[in-house]
């Protein structure tokens, strides 16, 4: 072995001792003593920014030449300092939102926009496919079925009771999901319903633990993607409620309002659309994944924002459990800005001051330091405790006045507010809006099969997403608050879409009628027949609104029947006695006027 020059050992403390001192010059040579030294005392070399491990050769038989392997300790990757935040430009130049919509579409489009006829023919044809291969028989299934037992899906979600055979029980029943389909073929199709073929699935495709359901969030996923994005856009994780037992992905979130369920890390605009999400599924046959320089929560902010336009300053806002200052550093890099609360132990070499000093200074007080390499902003502020938050284009200037109540006095007091703290409160909901709407009008459909649960909850977000682009187009064409469906009316009208659309106003026959009675508007028709005036009693006292554009439109089984003389909806000048028997709606047929071929055709 060729003699190797000697220099100046360090230990490990003094290593530690000259970065908290911050000599950005500082240099270490290694040769055979030094590394046997570390291996004795079963310390590896850190990345004292990341406080991540790096793999040293413990062999001491390795030849090392000092001259060209010297390595110099990356202490001085992350300088921080006491000066002025400059802002850089973040003009957005991406695609507005406010599109220029010059009609509406019909709450069953803006569903298909997510949903479509395609993803429908392929649950269709893979539940034939299973119900034969599980019991031998198919349970013969179409498109149109698919679509009732989905909008009868949605209106147990307007109209929630404890079970599903309550809608169909002689003193619970709810006709507008009762007379759309038997229990037993309802209960039939929930049992059948599948997403792939699996004698045609691999063993390597088999490695993903949502195999079964993997096809179609593919297929959800990329819908999703292609709504614009907005400018501000939020990730966080999100919980899908499921307390069964046979399942290897279910993981428990201590402090969530449903801690047990399936883990989703989602990226969203601050309106709560759905832009991006992945399924959590842990490790991987026992195998965790290799740590990386950003780590888990790192990864999934890439993952996530990787699917935004690079270049065009798009923000995104995550929480603490995902910040951390290489992450910010690799957003830069594709032109993406970040905002998000920090832990202090992932700013390495940051000297904020600390929680107490802030304290005595009083509510409102804040300390600053930039990055001098990368042009990072950490700013903590104290209100009522301490926290922190980093961000590459957001600084404590300008200074916001906000009012708290103050305990002491039992008054309202100005509190100053740093400008990066108001962003981030301003546009980090996103998420947390999606999981409250949600939460709302979604009927927990119990299953043996724990991926049935996603499936239903995709469901939702494709009603969600529907709804949000329909509030973006009537945005655009300037209407009124009044004029906009809420999210129930949304989910109504698609429901009943889903449910009437191309299809006979036949309802199944329950029972058989006693002789001589009538039957009312409501109840099961013979699908063989045409409803005539006889069969039909006058409708009930209904709201102004008028049945989905779709229903009206679709030209199948719109009958005229004779019922008792009202004003007609269509022109709201004559008098009637002529009752469309699918709309349910009063319109005028005469020589002088037709206006029920009008109000289905125009």
């Not at 709504?227 to 999100?238: I, K, Q, W």
């Not at 709302?440 to 997403?465: D, E, G, L, Q």
Request: aromatic share 8%; hydrophobic share 30%.
């Amino acid at each position: 072995m060729p003699p190797m020059q000697k220099g100046r050992l360090f230990s490990v403390q003094d290593v530690i001792a000259a970065v908290q001192n911050g000599e950005s010059d500082f240099e270490m040579d290694l040769d055979d003593t030094d590394a046997s030294d570390l291996e004795n005392e079963d310390v590896g070399e850190m990345d004292k920014e990341n406080h991540q491990p790096i793999d040293c050769p413990a062999n001491d038989d390795v030849d090392i030449n000092p001259q060209p392997n010297k390595h110099t300790v990356p202490r001085d990757r992350f300088r921080w300092l006491e000066k002025e935040f400059i802002s850089p430009n973040t003009d957005f130049s991406g695609s507005e939102i406010t599109n220029d919509a010059t009609s509406l579409l019909t709450p069953l489009e803006y569903f298909q926009k997510f949903v479509t006829e395609d993803m429908i023919e392929t649950l269709t044809r893979n539940t034939n496919e299973y119900s034969l291969q599980k019991n031998g028989i198919s349970v013969n299934t179409n498109n149109k079925e698919i679509e009732m037992m989905l909008g009868m899906y949605l209106k147990m979600g307007l109209m929630q009771m404890s079970g599903v055979r309550m809608y169909w029980e002689t003193d619970t029943r709810y006709t507008p999901v009762s007379d759309v389909m038997s229990r037993n073929r309802f209960q039939s199709l929930l049992t059948s319903l599948h997403f792939i073929n699996n004698l045609t699935v691999s063993e390597m495709e088999k490695k993903d633990k949502l195999w079964k359901l993997r096809p179609r969030l593919n297929s959800f996923r990329e819908r999703c993607l292609q709504v614009v994005p907005e400018e501000h856009n939020s990730v966080d994780e999100m919980m899908i409620p499921f307390k069964g037992r046979f399942s290897n992905i279910k993981q428990y979130m201590c402090g969530k309002p449903h801690p047990w369920g399936f883990k989703l890390w989602v990226r969203t605009g601050i309106s709560g659309m759905l832009c991006d999400f992945d399924v959590y599924q842990g490790s991987v046959d026992g195998k965790r994944q290799a740590k990386s320089e950003l780590g888990l929560s790192g990864e999934v902010v890439m993952k996530l924002a990787s699917t935004l336009p690079e270049g065009q300053n798009y923000k995104v806002y995550a929480d603490n459990y995902f910040t951390c200052v290489p992450l910010v550093v690799k957003l830069l890099e594709r032109g993406i800005h970040y905002v998000g609360t920090a832990r202090q132990v992932r700013l390495p070499n940051c000297n904020l001051e600390d929680e107490k000093s802030l304290k005595k200074k009083g509510r409102g007080s804040f300390d600053v330091r930039v990055e001098g390499n990368h042009n990072i902003c950490a700013v903590k502020w104290y209100d009522n405790r301490a926290v922190t938050l980093v961000s590459s284009f957001a600084g404590p200037e300008p200074v916001q006045k906000i009012q708290r109540w103050d305990k002491a006095t039992k008054t309202i007091i100005d509190v100053e507010r740093p400008y990066i703290v108001g962003t981030y409160n301003k546009h980090m909901g996103g998420v947390d809006l999606l999981d409250s709407f949600a939460a709302k009008y979604k009927f927990p459909m119990k299953s043996h099969r724990w991926y049935i649960y996603i499936f239903w909850h995709t469901i939702i977000f494709a009603v969600i997403n529907g709804w949000l682009l329909y509030k973006r187009d009537c945005k655009a064409l300037k209407m009124t608050e009044k004029e906009i469906l809420n999210r129930r009316q949304f989910q109504a009208q698609l429901a009943s879409s889903l449910i009437l659309v191309n299809t006979h106003n036949t309802l199944p026959k329950r029972g058989r009628p006693s002789s001589g009675k009538t039957v009312t508007s409501g109840s099961p028709l013979d699908p063989q027949k045409r409803p005539s005036s006889s069969d039909v009693s006058p409708p009930a006292k209904r709201s102004s609104d008028h049945p989905p554009l779709d229903v009206r439109k679709d030209m199948i089984a719109h009958f005229p029947v004779k019922t008792k003389r009202g004003r007609c909806r269509h022109c709201n000048n004559g008098y009637t006695n002529t009752l469309c028997s699918k709309c349910n709606v009063r319109l005028c047929f005469s020589e002088e006027k037709n206006c029920l071929r009008d109000y289905h055709c125009k």
